[in-house]
C-alpha cells in the first residue's frame, strides 16, 4: 500500500475522534490495524518537509494521470485540472454552466453560431491576458491528432473540426473565428443543446501555449505552470499530495475563500476514513472511499450524503481479442452477471441495476432500451453456439481492476457468477490507476472495471464514446451502423425524435452487439460536515469546484 504521506502520519491511537465517528471502536480497530504503517510515516516525515494544514484537505481515490486539461480523461485529474484551468463557462456547485472567462455571448436564431466576448479582467496567472487566440490555439492543440486528446472528438461539434482531425482538413475550415482579441466566434455543424455545459468542461479550456513551447512535457511542473484558474500548483508529490494556493490574477478572486488546498491520494478506504474521523480531511468524494462493512453504518451519520448523479458502473469488453471477438460470447458473459446480486450484496448503497450505458431520465426523459438481463441458460447456450459447450476449451481471460475494497469485493463475484453460470475460469489483476488506464488505451486486456459520468446531460454524453475512432472508446468496438445512427441523432431537432433514435443505437451497442456490460447506476457519495462546511452539493455531474467550498466554522 502506498503511504499517502501526511495522510498517514496523523494515525495513532492516541489521536482524538470526532463527534461525528461511526463508533469509537470502529475507528479505534482502524488505527489499530496502521499502527506500523504510521510508524515509517512518522520516520519519514521527521526527514521530510512539514507544511502548514491546508485550509481544505481532500482526498481523492487515486493520483491525476495529468493535470493537462487537454489530456485528461479521468475524474481525479479533472477535479484538479479544474482548478487550475478555466473555460469560457464555469461550473458552479449545483453543476450547473455559468460564465466564465467569458462575460457573456450571443446565439444566432438557428442555433449554430455563438459569440463570446472574454471578460477584460481575464489574464493568466503571470499577469498576461487570456484572449481569443488562446482558445483557438488550444482548441486547435486538442484537435490536432499527435496530442493524443482522448476527449478531441467533444470538439468535432465545430464545423470542419472533426474533416481537421480525421482527414487532415485545412484549419481554414473549422468554424473558430476570432474577429478581436476579446471576441470568439465559434460555429457549429448542427444545434448543440448542451454546448454551454460543453464550455465549462476540461478539454475546452485554454492552455498556456508559449510556456508548453518553451517548456515541452515539464510545464504542468510547479515553478513552470501557467493558470488562468481559481488556483495556482504550489507543490505536487507523486503519490502524496498536490498542494493548490489561491490565484491572485483570478478575475473572481475575491470569492474564492479557501486560500490553499491539498489533494490527497489514497487507494485503501480505511485509510482515507480514518483521516476523516480524526478531523485531518475535511472532505470525501469517491465511491470507493465507502468500505463496503461499513456501508450500512456509514449510511446512518449525518455527514454521509448521497444523490442521483449521470454516472455508470460497467464492464468494457475487448472486442478485438479472442474470445471477445464473437458477439456470442460477449453476450454470454453480459447474461450470466446477476447485477441484483451485486448492489444488494456489495455496494449496498441504494444503486439500480443497469438496463444500458445511459441512466434514465438523462436529457429530456430518456429512457434506455431492456438491454441482456440475467439469464444463466440462455448464456449457456450461447457459449456452446460458439464453440466452447459448458465451457469447455475457453482459455484462460483475465479481468482488470482497481485496487479499491468495493472493486475487489465486485471482482471476486463477477469471476464466481462466470465460473457457476458458464464454466469458464477467470483471472484477476489488480491495477493501479495509471497502469489501468493505460491497459485500457492500449487494448491490453479481455475484461476491465469501468465507469462513466456523464460531462453533460444529454444521452450523447455516454453514447458519443463507443463512435469508431473516438478516444474514450476502449473496447474496439467498431460499427458502421451504429456511427450513422449517432450521426442522425446529432442532426435530428425534434427532441422525441432524437431520443428514438439514440434508443436505437444503445440497442445495438449494449444487445445486438454486447460491446459492453452495463451493471449498474451510480449514486454519489460525499462525506463532510453540511454545519461546516459549504458549498458542496450533490449534481447530477459530480462536479464540486473547490473555490465555492467555504467553512461556515473555523476548521
Known amino acids: 500500500m502506498p503511504?499517502?504521506?501526511?495522510?498517514?502520519?496523523?494515525?495513532?491511537d492516541a489521536a482524538p475522534l470526532a463527534p461525528a465517528a461511526a463508533s469509537l471502536q470502529t475507528a479505534r480497530r482502524m488505527m489499530h490495524?496502521?499502527?506500523?504503517?504510521?510508524?515509517?510515516?512518522?520516520?519519514?516525515?521527521?526527514?521530510?518537509?512539514?507544511?502548514?494544514?491546508?485550509?481544505?484537505?481532500?482526498?481523492?481515490?487515486?493520483?491525476?494521470?495529468?493535470?493537462?486539461?487537454?489530456?485528461?480523461?479521468?475524474?481525479?485529474?479533472?477535479?484538479?485540472?479544474?482548478?487550475?484551468?478555466?473555460?469560457l463557462c464555469r461550473v458552479n456547485e449545483h453543476g450547473r454552466p455559468e460564465p466564465g472567462m467569458a462575460l457573456r455571448w450571443e446565439i444566432s436564431e438557428d442555433r449554430k453560431t455563438y459569440t463570446f466576448?472574454?471578460?477584460?479582467?481575464?489574464?493568466?496567472?503571470?499577469?498576461?491576458?487570456?484572449?481569443?487566440?488562446?482558445?483557438?490555439?488550444?482548441w486547435r492543440r486538442a484537435l490536432t491528432p499527435d496530442t493524443g486528446a482522448d476527449y478531441a472528438s467533444l470538439l468535432h461539434i465545430i464545423r470542419g473540426a472533426r474533416a481537421f482531425t480525421e482527414q487532415g482538413a485545412s484549419w481554414d475550415q473549422v468554424g473558430l473565428h476570432a474577429p478581436d482579441e476579446r471576441t470568439l466566434v465559434v460555429e457549429l455543424e448542427n444545434p448543440v443543446p448542451y454546448f454551454i455545459?460543453?464550455?465549462?468542461?476540461?478539454?475546452?479550456?485554454?492552455?498556456?501555449?508559449?510556456?508548453?513551447?518553451?517548456?515541452?512535457?515539464?510545464?504542468?511542473?510547479?515553478?513552470?505552470?501557467v493558470t488562468n484558474g481559481p488556483y495556482l500548483l504550489?507543490?505536487?508529490?507523486?503519490?502524496?499530495?498536490?498542494?493548490?494556493?489561491?490565484?491572485?490574477?483570478?478575475?473572481?478572486?475575491e470569492n474564492v475563500r479557501m486560500t490553499t488546498v491539498e489533494v490527497r491520494p489514497s487507494q485503501d478506504a480505511g485509510t482515507a476514513l480514518a483521516c476523516f474521523h480524526t478531523g485531518e480531511c475535511d472532505l470525501l468524494m469517491d465511491k470507493g472511499m465507502v468500505p463496503p462493512t461499513l456501508t450500512q453504518k456509514l449510511k446512518q451519520q449525518p455527514w454521509f450524503h448521497t444523490g442521483p448523479f449521470l454516472g455508470t458502473w460497467f464492464i468494457r469488453i475487448n472486442n478485438t481479442r479472442p474470445p471477445f471477438d464473437d458477439p456470442r460470447v460477449r453476450q454470454a458473459f453480459a447474461l450470466a452477471?446477476?447485477?441484483?446480486?451485486?448492489?444488494?450484496?456489495?455496494t449496498r448503497l441504494g444503486e439500480s441495476t443497469a438496463r444500458g450505458i445511459v441512466p434514465p431520465g438523462t436529457g429530456r426523459d430518456y429512457q434506455p432500451p431492456p438491454g441482456l438481463d440475467h439469464d444463466p441458460a440462455r448464456a449457456r447456450q450461447l457459449l456452446a453456439e460458439a464453440g466452447y459447450p459448458g465451457g469447455k476449451g475457453f482459455p484462460r481471460v483475465e479481468y482488470l481492476y482497481i485496487p479499491l475494497a468495493v472493486e475487489r469485493n465486485i471482482a471476486v463475484e463477477l469471476q464466481a457468477m462466470w465460473q457457476d453460470a458458464l464454466g469458464v475460469t477467470v483471472n484477476l489483476a489488480k491495477q493501479e490507476q495509471k497502469v489501468w488506464?493505460?491497459?485500457?488505451?492500449?487494448?491490453?486486456?479481455?475484461?476491465?472495471?469501468?465507469?462513466?459520468?456523464?460531462?453533460?446531460?444529454?444521452?450523447?454524453?455516454?453514447?458519443?464514446?463507443?463512435?469508431?475512432?473516438?478516444?474514450?472508446?476502449?473496447?474496439?468496438?467498431?460499427s458502421p451502423e451504429y456511427d450513422r445512427l449517432i450521426r442522425a441523432a446529432a442532426a435530428e431537432p425534434d427532441p422525441d425524435a432524437r431520443n428514438r433514435v439514440f434508443q436505437q443505437a444503445e440497442q445495438h451497442?449494449?444487445?445486438?452487439?454486447?460491446?459492453?456490460?452495463?451493471?449498474?447506476?451510480?449514486?454519489?457519495?460525499?462525506?463532510?460536515?453540511?454545519?461546516?462546511?459549504?458549498?458542496?452539493?450533490?449534481?447530477?455531474?459530480d462536479d464540486h469546484p473547490f473555490r465555492c467550498m467555504a467553512w461556515r466554522l473555523p476548521p
Not at 518537509?49 to 487537454?70: G, H, K, M, N, Y
Not at 464550455?199 to 485554454?206: G, K, N
Not at 504550489?234 to 478572486?253: C, G, H, S, T
Not at 488506464?437 to 453514447?463: A, I, Q
Open 3 to 12: 503511504l499517502p504521506g501526511i495522510a498517514v502520519v496523523i494515525f495513532s
Open 33 to 87: 490495524r496502521l499502527s506500523a504503517a504510521t510508524a515509517c510515516a512518522l520516520l519519514l516525515a521527521a526527514c521530510g518537509e512539514t507544511l502548514p494544514r491546508a485550509d481544505l484537505v481532500f482526498i481523492q481515490s487515486a493520483e491525476p494521470e495529468t493535470l493537462d486539461p487537454a489530456l485528461a480523461t479521468d475524474q481525479v485529474s479533472m477535479r484538479v485540472s479544474a482548478a487550475l484551468f478555466e473555460g
Open 117 to 138: 466576448h472574454l471578460r477584460p479582467g481575464a489574464a493568466w496567472s503571470d499577469g498576461t491576458p487570456v484572449t481569443a487566440q488562446d482558445f483557438l490555439r488550444s
Open 197 to 225: 455545459d460543453l464550455c465549462s468542461f476540461a478539454t475546452f479550456a485554454p492552455v498556456p501555449l508559449r510556456v508548453i513551447e518553451e517548456k515541452g512535457t515539464a510545464w504542468i511542473k510547479p515553478g513552470c505552470i
Open 234 to 253: 504550489e507543490d505536487w508529490r507523486l503519490d502524496d499530495r498536490i498542494r493548490l494556493r489561491k490565484n491572485p490574477a483570478y478575475w473572481d478572486a
Open 337 to 346: 452477471v446477476d447485477k441484483k446480486r451485486i448492489v444488494e450484496k456489495i
Open 437 to 478: 488506464l493505460k491497459s485500457m488505451r492500449e487494448l491490453d486486456y479481455h475484461l476491465c472495471r469501468s465507469s462513466w459520468v456523464g460531462d453533460y446531460n444529454d444521452p450523447s454524453t455516454f453514447l458519443d464514446l463507443f463512435q469508431s475512432g473516438n478516444g474514450q472508446n476502449r473496447t474496439g468496438f467498431a
Open 509 to 541: 451497442l449494449i444487445t445486438d452487439r454486447a460491446a459492453l456490460i452495463p451493471v449498474y447506476y451510480y449514486v454519489g457519495v460525499q462525506f463532510y460536515d453540511a454545519s461546516r462546511l459549504s458549498g458542496v452539493r450533490a449534481n447530477l455531474i
